[in-house]
């Protein structure tokens, strides 16, 4: 399975699908945190690092790759600050919550087999007032 992870922290995903018995062909993550990347790097040698999902290159790597279907799952769990409990509640006002729609244009535009995009609880009245935001950013 070829598998790309947005927002992908130390590869917990990897992980998890190598636990769950399904086999990684090519693993490619998308992190920006220097010491998350190096706990990755150092349990996984072969994952591709592809940087910020905001940068030229990675859109540039999303474009070639679109042509050619080899993306089997797209995983990612974007910035939650925004919509934690803990957090001010600031929802897509925090502009790490808007990472979340980098995530979607991703996903239409490779048109993965599979998904799984996690984040955290969230109060009742983000999830009933994002609830379209969010279906129709992967729909549309």
């Known amino acids: 399975m070829k598998v790309l992870s947005m927002f992908d922290g130390m590869s917990c995903g990897r992980l998890a699908l190598e ?7 090519k693993y490619y993550a998308c ?16 994952i591709v690092q ?10 540039n790597w999303v474009n ?16 939650c600050q ?11 006002d925090d502009p790490r919550s808007k990472l979340f729609f ?7 535009r490779l048109k993965p087999k599979y998904f799984l995009l996690e984040n ?7 999830r009933t007032s994002y609830r ?4 129709s950013s992967l729909s549309s």
Do not use: C, H
């Open 19 to 25: 636990r769950a018995g399904i086999p990684v062909t």
């Open 31 to 46: 992190e920006i945190d220097k010491y998350a990347k190096k706990v990755s790097q150092a349990n996984y040698p072969d």
């Open 50 to 59: 592809l940087g910020d999902v905001t940068g030229s290159g990675f859109n």
């Open 64 to 79: 070639a790759v679109a042509f050619t279907g080899k993306i089997d799952l797209l995983i990612g769990g974007s910035p």
């Open 82 to 92: 925004g919509f934690s409990f803990a957090g001010a509640g600031l929802n897509f």
């Open 102 to 108: 980098e995530f979607a244009k991703v996903f239409k």
């Open 120 to 126: 955290v609880r969230m109060k009742r009245k983000v």
């Open 132 to 135: 379209g935001s969010w279906v």
